[in-house]
């Protein structure tokens, strides 16, 4: 087995989005090279409902898919598709926007800390146009894979015999939720074709065997190239979200909630989006 080495920390920023939602950006909007096919991280978690409430209202997406994992809390949302619903905690949201969604996602007042995740991943340039669906997972279905001193909550991908409910994903990435024992320390087989990314957000760990680099809550260690990755969770314990897909190497053209592969293609998105033709799929 080839182990993977640190390429880069990213340490996360603390960023107000949506009509006031603050949150922290792990990584969006830099080099997409980087974490490709992933385009944004953002980790949001506050026990002040102030910092949430106004949510984010109607907007527009096109051209990626958006996952929403609520560790804790409540967020209502609804579409231009006609579908409505709600987020609770445990659950993921995996959005595929395809040719174009209009939606909005409103978090509820929480007693307690509110507090989860919303990855963007990018769609291959065939599939920018797909048609939009939505996959809503309970918390139940969500299996998970045990180890020594480690276990795994599987939302997409599979690892160890053991498959998540998010299935026939376009790109088909890996996004798990790694909770580590106090002092445990344990090799994961990863697929080398893909880029890796391990984002901490409890206690403090480390990714490679020197134990050079502590990775702590808020921030993301991109791996380089190999086979598997090296864990050693700290005093404090370890856990990270792990996800890993294979580069889709291609143009991005992005602006805001729209992630095309060209400016024409993206002068084109917006320009329907302000004619009102930019909902290819309606509600039946």
């Known amino acids: 087995m080839k182990e993977r080495k640190i390429k880069q920390i990213v340490e996360g920023v603390v960023v107000m989005e949506g009509a006031g939602v603050k949150l922290k950006r792990i990584f969006g909007f830099g080099d997409t090279a980087l974490t490709d096919p992933f385009l944004l991280l953002d980790n949001f978690g506050s026990d002040n409902p102030a910092d949430y409430i106004a949510g984010f209202p109607w907007h527009p997406h096109r051209g990626i898919e958006t996952i929403t994992y609520m560790l804790e809390g409540v967020v209502e949302h609804g ?20 040719s174009g969604i209009v939606h909005q996602e409103m978090p509820k007042a929480y007693d307690g800390t509110m507090r989860g995740f919303q990855l963007w991943a990018n769609l291959p340039k065939k599939h920018k146009m797909t048609t939009p669906r939505y996959r809503d997972i309970r918390a139940e279905d969500m299996p998970e894979f045990k180890g020594d001193g480690f276990k795994i909550k599987l939302i997409c991908g599979d690892y160890g015999g053991v498959k ?121």
């Open 79 to 98: 579409d231009s598709l006609g579908n409505s619903g709600v987020i609770k905690s445990g659950q993921v949201q995996w959005m595929t926007a395809g």
């Open 164 to 284: 998540g409910p998010a299935q026939d994903i376009i790109i088909e990435p890996w996004f798990f939720d790694v909770q580590a024992e106090p002092g445990a320390e344990f090799v994961l087989k990863v697929r080398p074709e893909d880029n890796v990314l391990c984002c901490v957000f409890e206690g403090k760990g480390w990714f490679d065997k020197k134990k050079e680099q502590p990775v702590g809550p808020g921030r993301l260690a991109v791996l380089e190239g190999g086979d598997s990755v090296f864990c050693s969770a700290s005093k404090e314990g370890l856990r990270f979200m792990l996800m890993a897909g294979k580069p889709l190497n291609e143009p991005v053209a992005w602006r805001g909630p729209i992630v095309m592969n060209t400016d024409s293609e993206l002068r084109k998105a917006f320009e329907e989006y302000r004619k009102g033709t930019f909902i290819k799929t309606r509600h039946q």
